[in-house]
């Protein structure tokens, strides 16, 4: 439904406005007006309360280390927000990256979903409290997969901070702001800058509280089972992750290469249970796995982008503020196709110069060059697009202040 939304709204610019010229700042409504029934503190209040709803109520952070402040869970906390932030599209690949370890979890050892997301978020340790968190460990130690079997949902939904009504809660705001969007436009009613933000947020949002419904929330302490200190020897002999940290940052692929379990505390903040680790035994999996996962990231970050473009016949207070929201948006729009199309565009020039040794690289490193560029373009346009989002509201149309007309969709008899 909201990909129909930029579509509608550039569709019904023309009846916003007339044309496309911008007005000047004696044509339109000053910020501190309070006309019609919709105030600029409205517009401000509702936006901002569900950019926090979006951000700081649907990010489900993994277990911390054991013995934490306050303050440094609240820090940990913050940090996942101003990613969602920036780059939203991470936190759903994030939860996506999950949400595939928590549905494998659960199929492979007949527990729950939710057995399978507090596994991969580092929620069970061993007696020395160092997490149970990779599949070499379950193959290496099958006392671990049926320890974790013996606890029941309720054990561990206890120590979640959040239930269904919370996140009930905060669904229901951000469904409501989407109703209110959609129906705006369907009155004719323009969309602030802010607004169109907000609902590209809340559009990941939603990706990400579905994602995650069944993750427990704030988890602080882990629940203890094996094994003795004899097997955390022996584990830690033969515990081995193999993984493509080397290349790819652990944010976007959730592995860490100086990561290990056996002398670790809590499991990193951005931990995948397979970590793409391409067994080669089971390569076939972790392929599919891996194509899944960037299928849902770079789509989410894609349509993110597309959803800013809602506003591409928008009033601005200057033509360089419409520029640069128009050329920000198309950015953020096309950096994730460009990094999903990167590395498969190296491995598939690495495959046909195999013969030529001279030329083997080449490709390999204008790949990373172009990677590097576009993700330093997206983290530049992203903020500038919430500096407009912001510094857009100073001047705004009359329209703007117009409330929607919730009378009009009560059935008349």
Known sequence: M??????????????????????????????????????????LSGCLVTVFACTWVSVHPNVPPPNQSKLALFGRRLGLMLVAVVAPELIAGFAARQFLDARWFAKEYSVSITHGFFFAMGGFVSQGH??????????????????????????IEDKSKGDFLSKGVALIQGLWFIAQCLARVHQCLPLTQLE??????????????????????????????????????????????????????????????????????????????????????DIGFQIARFVRYFFIQFL???????????AWTALFPSTHERLLWRSCSLVVA????????????????????????????????????????????????????????????????????????????????
């Open 2 to 43: 909201l990909l129909i939304l930029p579509l509608v709204y550039l569709l019904a610019g023309h009846r916003v406005v007339s044309g496309l010229p911008l007005v000047s700042l004696d044509e339109s409504v000053s910020c501190d007006s309070n006309v019609n029934s919709r105030s600029l503190f409205t517009i």
């Open 130 to 155: 160092h997490p149970i968190a990779t599949h070499e460990q379950l193959r290496s130690h099958p006392e671990y997969a049926a320890a974790i079997q013996h606890f029941k949902n309720e054990d």
């Open 196 to 281: 169109v933000a907000t609902l590209a947020f809340q559009f990941v949002s939603v990706f990400i509280w579905v994602l995650w419904w069944y993750k427990p929330l704030d988890v602080q302490q882990p629940i203890l089972i094996g094994p003795t200190d004899e097997l955390v020897a022996r584990a830690k002999r033969k515990a081995s992750i193999v993984s493509v940290a080397d290349v790819f940052e652990p944010i976007v692929l959730g592995v860490c290469s100086t990561f290990d379990p056996v002398t670790s505390t809590s499991v990193p903040a951005f931990w995948s249970t397979h970590g793409f680790e391409f067994d080669s035994s």
């Open 300 to 310: 989410t970050g894609t349509i993110f982008g597309i959803i800013h473009c809602a």
């Open 334 to 413: 096309s950096v994730p196709l460009v990094l999903a199309v990167s590395p498969i565009m190296a491995m598939l020039f690495k495959w046909l110069v195999r013969n030529y040794i001279t030329f083997k690289g080449v490709f390999e490193v204008v790949a990373g060059i172009v990677s590097g560029i576009a993700i330093w373009a997206y983290v530049v346009a992203r903020l500038i697009l919430i500096a407009l989002a912001f510094t857009t509201l100073r001047t705004l149309p009359s329209d703007a202040f117009v409330d929607v007309n919730w009378t009009a969709y009560i059935p008349h008899f």
